[in-house]
């Protein structure tokens, strides 16, 4: 009977390779052969080829024996260091390089790459307590048509006029035909947020069933635990007004808005690389809109066949029209000071002065601020946004606001600071008049004439008498009543029949007169 040869195989007592594993499970499990019969065959002891049978194993496994290291003594110290950092935001922690030095300053001199491989085999031990995996696990999302969309902000820059302006944009994003709208904006705030939703909500056509957000400080006033959350006021009367259900990502979970979060990495390749140059930031937003709109034709949606404005085009059939656009102000109390300005954002802006001293109702929009009082609203203003905290702000005069003021002072017409910028007649006229006694009367009284006639038809009114060489007050008031009533300046010509027509002029002749006055004892008519 023929009987195997002995197999020899290095690697020490009790240590086998993986081609003697599977001869000896071979023997053992086809042909069952003993253990004292393979133990004989390799030579190895019956305790190591009992080990292997036992186990299992198709592969052997080698026990690494432990090593010393330098970095044992601060291992304790460098985990914690590590698990603080974890909690840190991301701008605020250290790197590792930091992290050695550290631990060289308190004696370790062993080198970076031990560090680092520790720093490694930590973060693996941890996401494993985490049950995570490195880049995290997610479910992907699917959305009917008009269910809802999604909406986020960012921080990119453009030249606004020749400057470098940081912007605050706002993306807004339908879930299903994926179209998008991007606006950008000097602020971050409420009135800019209602304003970009009244923008986007135009440009798709409708509005969807809901409205999926991160925990922003625009909307959210509090955050509470799970999904409690203290809505803001106005946030609130907007999405009443749009109908649409807000719903909130919970904290630091950006990829329960996955959508809109990829749009503002692509929109930062698309739209503001390079850097975009315009005038202004209406003409910004107006290339914004017509770039979203050529990018929804060009776009492939991924998911269905046709580009995002096929699939918008389906979509928007399920959206509800939108109605009026939300009226997105913000409003504050403030007290008009005795020079007729109320402060706002380091800014000052005049109110008409019969409110002097009193509240008013200031509201702020993205381009404009609107004063209201007593159930009416006053004035208005173009707004300021200054970033800028190095000068004093600036101040927006309105003359016609103290109007009342000078026509109780007049000398104050003289050197006040709203009358700077009065139209050219007006200021050409006032040259004029303040050349003689009496003229700022005069001047206050034709500036008052705006308040009960139209601007225009009092400033053509002064036009002409200037042209006319007659600057007065008399003369302006009856160029204004012609203008009014329609009459002509110049009085027609009176052509006389030839009957009517005198043979001997009559001459002037004034001395007669003296003559009359020489006469003694003459009694005149008084």
Same mark, same amino acid.
Request: with cysteine; net charge positive.
């Given at each position: ?271 503001? @690389?390079?850097? #975009? ?5 209406? /003409?910004?937003?107006?290339? %914004?809109?017509?770039?979203? &709109?050529? +990018? ?110 000078? @026509?109780?002072? #007049? ?5 006040? /600071?709203?009358?700077?910028? %009065?139209?050219?007649?007006? &200021?050409? +006229? ?97």
């Amino acid at each position: 009977m023929f009987e195997p040869p002995l197999l020899v195989f290095g690697g020490g007592f009790g240590v086998i390779d993986m081609a003697l594993l599977s001869v000896i499970r071979r023997w053992h499990f086809r042909e069952h052969l003993s253990i004292r019969e393979i133990s004989r065959r390799t030579g190895l002891s019956r305790n190591t080829v009992r080990k292997y049978l036992r186990s299992g194993d198709v592969e052997p496994k080698f026990k690494v024996p432990e090593r010393p290291s330098k970095l044992d003594a601060f291992a304790d110290r460098l985990s914690a260091w590590l698990k603080t950092e974890a909690n840190k935001p991301r701008k605020q922690k250290r790197t590792l390089k930091q992290l050695h030095a550290d631990l060289v300053g308190l004696g370790y001199d062993g080198s970076y790459n031990r560090v680092a491989a520790f720093a490694r085999d930590w973060r693996v031990a941890r996401q494993r307590e985490l049950q995570t995996s490195g880049r995290g696990t997610f479910v992907p999302l699917a959305f009917e048509p008009g269910e809802a969309f999604q909406f986020d902000w960012s921080e990119d820059w453009a030249i606004i006029g020749n400057e470098r302006t940081k912007l605050q944009v706002a993306h807004t994003k339908l879930s299903y035909s994926r179209a998008f709208v991007v606006r950008a904006y000097l602020l971050q705030t409420h009135e800019m947020l209602f304003d970009a939703h009244n923008h986007a909500f135009r440009v798709f056509g409708g509005v969807p069933r809901r409205g999926i957000y991160d925990n922003m400080k625009t909307a959210i006033d509090k955050v509470g635990r799970g999904k409690e959350r203290d809505v803001n006021a106005r946030f609130l009367a907007m999405a009443s007004h749009y109908l649409f259900e807000p719903a909130f990502c919970n904290p630091a979970s950006g990829w329960e808005k996955g959508q809109v979060e990829k749009n503002v990495q692509d929109a930062r390749h698309r739209l503001w @690389q390079p850097i #975009p140059r315009f005038a202004s930031l209406d /003409a910004l937003n107006e290339w %914004l809109e017509a770039r979203c &709109k050529e +990018l929804w034709r060009q776009t492939s949606h991924g998911r269905m066949h046709g580009t995002v404005a096929d699939i918008w085009a389906e979509e928007a059939q399920a959206l509800m029209p939108a109605s009026r656009p939300f009226d997105g102000f913000v409003e504050y109390t403030k007290r008009v000071s005795p020079t007729c300005l109320v402060h706002l954002e380091r800014n000052r802006y005049s109110v008409p002065a019969s409110f002097a001293n009193c509240p008013v109702s200031v509201r702020v929009y993205p381009e404009k601020i609107v004063v209201a009082a007593e159930g009416q609203l006053i004035c208005e203003h173009r707004r300021i946004i200054d970033r800028s905290h190095d000068g004093p702000g600036q101040t927006v005069y309105d003359w016609r606001h103290y109007l009342a003021v000078v @026509q109780r002072k #007049p000398g104050a017409l003289r050197n006040g /600071a709203p009358f700077i910028e %009065l139209p050219d007649a007006f &200021k050409t +006229l006032q040259q004029q008049l303040l050349r003689k006694p009496g003229g700022d009367r005069e001047m206050v009284d034709i500036l008052a004439l705006v308040l009960q006639h139209d601007e225009h038809a009092v400033l053509s009114a002064v036009e002409l008498a200037l042209e006319a060489g007659v600057a007065t007050k008399m003369h302006v008031l009856n160029l204004l009543h012609r203008l009014i009533d329609g009459k002509p300046f110049v009085p027609p010509t009176v052509n006389a029949p030839q009957a009517l027509t005198l043979t001997n002029e009559p001459k002037a002749d004034v001395e007669r007169y003296d003559a009359l006055r020489e006469t003694a004892g003459a009694r005149h008519a008084s």
